[in-house]
């Protein structure tokens, strides 16, 4: 593996100097050690191709040492990172310190996460830090424990991709859809495997009900349909995670993107249609246009996280109806005046619809509720140790 030059703090090739401008470039009094023109600008490209912005400038600014240098995480495996640096590719692990500083696991790094590298020279680098998120992905961790898993992070479209098939699923579509708008990047809904479905025009409007605007998409990986039309909503340096149930076609869509079979894909289980959760792991790839794409292992349960701001966004129809109502805490159940349930009565809202709301709001009380009592056992434990460690300095002072 090629391992990087050692840039002095200054020569940094995105190190932005006091006016902001780039670097001048070097000049003729150049040594053999310093770095040349070319392999400023190589490195810097690779930064930019992996979808460097001012912002990584800013963020990068306070770790630009001798030693420390960026990368971004581009494949993510049970905590088994590969990174992409301004030099090539490389895995690594996250430092000791970090783990140990982290509050909870949500501040480890993740695929997308830029992060502040530390390389010896041995063939692993260590992460030492990971840069502020401008967006995240998350959802609250499968099972009991009530903990944030970020899923991607910074992320400019959520593609959400549900099959035309036994996966159709306008209630799932709608928790989806409030996790997407809840993590700051836009969403934008693929419904994928045209080619097996009778009344795709019936179903995308029905989807266009609950997508308030954010663009749907129709493709089909075996026939090829709408997958232009798909290439043409991806733009150069943006970071597109693909997310959805397993077996809805996420790696298949992204290698006819790619126009090659890098990822592997798997049958569906025959009579519903379910994946088999062929991905497990996670992977940021790049089409030629610049578009970096996030393959992910396809999700059992959603189970939404904080999603406050997501909920409103993605049932903003109903947020408008509900300014209507007589009471302005209208709960939308059996109150008089209510203007939500006269456009369910009218026909131009989907009684469905207001329940999976209801269903979410209710999920969101009891996930507040547990992370509430989470927050007091941990305090209550962190008093425990700082009353353990000054009694234990107490009973040192008295034996001296
Ligand atoms: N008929 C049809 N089958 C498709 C289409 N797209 C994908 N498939 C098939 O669906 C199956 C699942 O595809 P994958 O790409 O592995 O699905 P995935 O979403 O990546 O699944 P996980 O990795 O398990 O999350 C494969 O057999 C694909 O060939 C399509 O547009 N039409
Ligand atoms: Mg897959
Ligand atoms: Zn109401």
């Avoid at 392999?39 to 930064?47: E, G, I, Q, V, W």
């Avoid at 006819?256 to 990822?263: F, I, K, Q, S, V």
Wanted: glycine content about 8%; hydrophobic content about 35%; charged content about 25%.
């Amino acid at each position: 593996m090629f391992l990087p030059h050692r840039q002095n703090k200054g020569e940094f090739p995105l190190n932005r100097n006091a006016s902001g401008s780039r670097p001048e470039p070097a000049d003729s009094k150049q040594t053999s050690q310093q770095p040349t023109d070319n392999h400023l600008s190589a490195a810097s490209n690779r930064l930019n191709q992996l979808g460097w912005t001012h912002n990584q400038d800013r963020d990068f600014a306070p770790f630009v040492t001798e030693t420390l240098e960026p990368g971004r995480i581009i494949r993510e495996s049970r905590q088994r990172y590969t990174l992409g640096t301004a030099t090539g590719d490389c895995e690594a692990q996250v430092a000791g310190r970090l783990i140990h500083r982290a509050g909870d696991a949500s501040e480890l790094p993740v695929i997308g996460d830029w992060v502040a590298i530390h390389r010896a020279e041995s063939l692993e680098a260590t992460i030492s830090a990971v840069l502020p998120r401008a967006s995240k992905l998350s959802r609250k961790v499968a099972g009991r424990r009530t903990e944030e898993q970020v899923i991607a992070a910074n992320v400019d479209t959520i593609l959400l991709v549900m099959g035309l098939d036994g996966d159709y699923n306008l209630r799932r579509l709608e928790r989806f859809m409030v996790s997407a708008w809840e993590s700051g990047a836009q969403p934008m809904v693929v419904l994928n495997k045209a080619d097996v479905c009778n009344d795709v025009a019936d179903r995308r409007a029905a989807v266009e009900t609950i997508t308030l605007g954010a663009p749907v998409l129709i493709t089909s990986c075996s026939s090829g349909d709408g997958i232009e039309e798909l290439l043409e909503q991806l733009q150069p340096g943006q970071t597109v995670v693909v997310s959805g149930s397993s077996g809805v076609g996420k790696s298949t869509l992204i290698n006819c993107l790619l126009g090659n079979e890098r990822l592997r894909t798997g049958a569906v289980r025959e009579g519903d249609d379910r994946g088999r959760h062929t991905t497990t792991h996670r992977e940021l790839v790049a089409l030629t246009n610049g578009t970096l794409l996030i393959d992910s292992p396809g999700i059992r349960e959603l189970q939404l996280w904080n999603a406050e701001s997501g909920m409103d966004q993605a049932f903003g129809d109903i947020q408008s109806l509900a300014i209507e109502c007589r009471f302005n805490d209208c709960t939308h159940h059996n109150e008089p005046g209510c203007a939500v349930r006269q456009a369910i009565d009218s026909g131009r809202l989907d009684s469905a619809r207001l329940r999976n709301l209801h269903n979410l709001e209710k999920e969101q009380r009891a996930l507040e509720l547990r992370q509430d009592s989470s927050a007091r056992r941990r305090a209550g434990k962190q008093a425990q140790s700082m009353f353990r460690s000054a009694k234990r300095a107490k009973d040192r002072r008295k034996t001296w």
